[in-house]
Structure formats: C-alpha cells, structure tokens
C-alpha cells in the first residue's frame, strides 16, 4: 500500500504520529472503522506506511489492515470526525496547517494536554482562536496510557464539550467496547484535570527517584489534587469533575505507571540526573515540563497558590536540588486539609 492513499471517503482523521494519536488510529481502525492517520511530513508518512507500525514511539504494535497513512491534511476534507493529538507547543500550527482542509460541519476532537507556555490558554482555548469557535469541538481526557490501550487492555475516558449533542455522537462515533467513553459538559475542569496532573507527575515521580516512599509520594498526589481542584475552581470548573476520569483517574495512571513520561522525568531528576539529559534520550515529550511553568502564570492571573507546582518549576527552570524541593513542601504549615488555609 502507498502511503497516499486513493481512499477519498474517511469515519475519522487522526492528526498527530506520535504514541497517542497512533493508538488512537489503531484503535478506530480494529473497530472497523474508515480511519486515516494524518501526517505532517511525506518522509514520516512512508517511513510509517513501510514498516506498518509506528517503531519510534510503538514498537511492536502493528498497523490494521485498512489503517491508511497520508501525508499532509488533504485527508481531513471527507472526515466527519477529526482527532487532534500533537504535542501541545505544535497545537497552534497545527491548526493552521489543518484549518482549509476542514469541513464546517466536522467534530473537532483535541486529545491533547497541556496549556500553552506564555498565556496558560488551555488547547481547546488554542484550537478555537485558530480555526474559530467551532460548535462541534470536545476535549477528551482520562487515564489513557497509551501503551495499555493499544495492546487491547480496557479503558476509559470523557469527552467534554460545551453542546451535549456533539459529546454524545463524538462519543459514539470513537468510543469502543474496549475504550468506554463518557460525556461531560465541563470543558475548563476536563481540560485542566488532565494537563495539571502531569505536573503533579514529575513531583510523584521525583519521591520515587529520592525514595521518599508511598507515604510521602501519596501525600504529594493528594495535595497536588488539591492544587488542581483551587486552579480549577478559580477558572470556573466544577470540583466534582475532578473526581473522575479526567481527574483522580487520570492523576493515578500518570503517578504511579512505569508507562508515564512525566513520571519518568520526576523520577530520573530525584535520582539526580539533569533535565537537558534526561529529555535528550526520550523520544516523546513530557508534556508536564512545559505545563508547570503555564499553570504557574495561569495561577498568577488568577491569585491561586500552588506550592506543589512552584517547587517544580524551581527545579525544572532555577536549577534547585530535588530534595530541597521536597524539604521545603514538607516544612510549610500543614494548614487546615479543606480549605488549604493556614491554622
């Protein structure tokens, strides 16, 4: 098969080649679906469509049959359903690239955490400055390793978008026995909950590396929740929305898996590896790197202090010792648990 195909008639586009978007194509593509893998560069697009399977970031894992591979995002004009899964800084080109090959009538999907570094804009905010505000867009968010999903382990997740309608066809239209899919209409928590837990991530992953043991790693999660349930309520989402898929579910799977990036990244700093180096031997991006230095300006803007999120920042940005870090949140006033208000 050629990497451009003939095939003029497509379910669903998938934009983006990396772990998530593979798996997400892959996924489509078992369920029977007409699915087309959208890639940027003609040089990816056939090295992809030869070996039938993604072997820089999902080895192993091979290609459906009739996944169809092409380059560039002609594609997307017949597609009812476009899937947006890129890296959070390449969103806004993204965007651009993909805006004339979109139909106003299509359901933009972002599968993309993160906020954007120099505003704290969330990527739905993004996607709609560049491509206009879209009825049909949804956020979707949940504790997706993609790894699991791609080798055929159960999941779940939630599609949010401010019109109920569209949550509720996009969750037909991509959702699987295998990969169960919730609705919401709590874009700003769904949204928030699954870029900020990788954040909280790095410093889970940063216990570990130091061998702060469960104790300690469970008390930086939960108050790493915490942080994101005050950001989030200070930015109008629901608290309740939090405690679900794309909140606790998701901050549990990143914190604890051996799959997650930014769990990696914490946990080779704690060990006292230096960022530049550890980032220089992944082939994938550890989105909470970029989203601890947005939420913290995000924070700014709206008075909210996150002492789990500065330390982080300290360390990624300021070249503080991890262990210092950790000492420092350890030696605040513990405050009351509820409202985080000193005692």
Not at 31 to 57: I, K
Not at 188 to 209: P, R, T, W
Not at 245 to 255: E, N, Q
Request: glycine fraction near 10%; proline fraction near 4%; include cysteine.
């Amino acid at each position: 098969m050629a990497y451009s195909s003939a095939r003029k008639s497509y379910d669903i586009c998938v934009v983006g080649s990396g772990n998530w978007g593979t798996t997400l194509a892959i996924v489509q593509a078992q369920a029977s679906r007409r699915v087309v893998l959208c890639v940027r560069e003609a040089a990816r697009a056939r090295s992809l469509e030869d070996s039938r399977e993604n072997t820089e970031s999902l080895p192993g894992v091979p290609f459906p049959s009739d996944l169809v591979v092409e380059a560039g995002y002609e594609a997307a004009r017949s597609a009812s359903f476009v899937i947006i899964a890129v890296p959070s800084e390449h969103i806004r080109s993204t965007c651009r690239a993909l805006l004339p090959h979109l139909r106003e009538d299509s359901i933009i999907v972002s599968a993309t955490k993160g906020l954007a570094v120099g505003t704290g804009l969330r990527v739905s905010q993004v996607i709609n400055a560049e491509l206009g505000d879209r009825a049909g867009l949804c956020v979707l968010s949940g504790p997706n390793l993609a790894r699991e999903i791609a080798a055929g382990m159960p999941a779940a997740a939630v599609l949010a978008s401010s019109n109920h309608a569209v949550a509720v066809d996009a969750a037909a239209a991509i959702g699987t026995r295998l990969f169960r899919l919730y609705t919401s209409d709590d874009v700003i928590g769904v949204e928030l909950g699954g870029a900020l837990k990788n954040v909280v991530a790095l410093a889970a992953g940063m216990c570990d590396g130091l061998g702060m043991g469960m104790n300690g790693k469970a008390a930086i999660v939960t108050r790493g929740m915490a942080e994101i349930v005050r950001l989030g309520r200070a930015c109008g989402a629901d608290p309740l929305t939090f405690a679900g898929l794309s909140g606790y579910g998701d901050l549990f799977a990143t914190c604890v898996s051996p799959l997650s990036r930014n769990h990696h990244v914490g946990e080779q700093l704690g060990s006292g590896k230096a960022l530049p180096d550890i980032l220089a031997t992944m082939t994938m991006v550890a989105e909470g790197v970029n989203t601890a230095l947005a939420a913290q300006e995000l924070a700014k803007q709206y008075s909210v202090e996150l002492p789990i999120t500065d330390q982080i920042c300290a360390v990624l940005f300021r070249g503080k010792n991890p262990r210092a870090a950790m000492e420092d949140l350890l030696s605040r006033s513990a405050g009351d648990e509820q409202t985080g208000q000193p005692l």
